[in-house]
């Protein structure tokens, strides 16, 4: 074979190659794609520890967040959350034990991990003497967004955050509730993959909660959130999972509805029924699976409220439904009593599962 044959052959060979090799890299990343949110975190924390002296304020935890979910961290004060909080941000370093973010190692390449995150700290610490676009644009070029778009950016993150008609207002001018939102648009400064909020709405009213609540679930569409809340009912409204910390340790790591059914110890229905010849008592002996029958009150309309008991896994409403009409029992309310978070929450602290 000459030369210019036998060249010829290798230009053919490397490009089918590199074909093949092309079609399999698309592929295979179609199938990381696809399987991203069961596969390995974009947040990852293997065996960390974190020790001041003889003091371990985390102690050998491993959890990790998967790509699009809303992760709540819950604990105790003391218990070790901030720490842990600080640790994956890149502003503390764990004792033992690794930290990834977004395949990047926290230790090895801090900059390019602390670069996926964007963090909104607790007590919204701002320059309240800058206005709210000084203050976006200023943590743009902080991030070194690029110049050219970065006043597009800054645009499009004041209005992602509801900030667009007080852009040109000092900080130190605005409430509490658009102040919260300011931090959380510094954090979102630089197209982080990962968004780390603590107490993101502390210090609010009712109508700014609701208001950050929406923003954190849109946010969570497009990231990957650690959420951070001692308001129990928030974290069970927005989060996916739920990771309780105490002591140090991970005592809990599941969604809020299996922490939930976990902790729920008595199987309770809630009844109030108008029951002027007082026959409940018989009608309820004829139902098997009710266990215990308890007078709760009695209302101004007279109609009156027990609580019914059962085993754990029987559900009582339809069996009481069908039997109370049998006997011209009116059923003005039905109810079944579920364990809640904080029931979860406050077991799981003291000990108790």
Known sequence: MNLKLKILWKCEKFVKNFTNREKNGMILGKFEKANLKGGVGVIQVKNVTKKYGKFVAVDNISFEVKDGEILGLLGPNGAGKSTTMNMITGYIEPTEGTIIVDDYD???????????????????????????????????????????????????????????????????????????????????????????????????????????????????????????????????????RVVIINKGKIVAEDTPENLETKVSSKNVVYVTVEDSENKITEVVKKIKDITNIKFIKENNDNTKQYLLESDKDVDLRKIVFQEFAKDNITIFELKKEDATLEDAFIKLIEGGN
Do not use: W
């Open 106 to 240: 926290m230790s090895d390449k801090p900059k390019k991990a602390k670069r996926q995150i964007g963090y909104m700290p607790e007590g919204v610490p701002l320059y309240t003497d800058m206005t709210v676009k000084e203050f976006v644009t200023f943590m743009a070029e902080i991030k070194k967004v690029d110049k050219k778009n970065r006043r597009i950016k800054v645009g499009q993150i004041i209005e992602q955050t509801g900030l667009r008609d007080v852009q040109k207002k000092l900080i130190r001018n605005l409430s509490r509730g658009y102040k919260q939102r300011v931090s959380m648009a510094g954090a979102l400064v630089g197209e982080p993959k990962v968004l780390i909020l603590d107490e993101p709405t502390v210090g609010l009213d009712p109508k700014q909660i609701t208001e950050i609540r929406s923003l954190i679930k849109e946010l969570g569409k497009t990231h990957t959130i650690i959420l951070s809340s001692h308001i129990l009912s928030e974290v069970s409204q927005i989060c996916q």
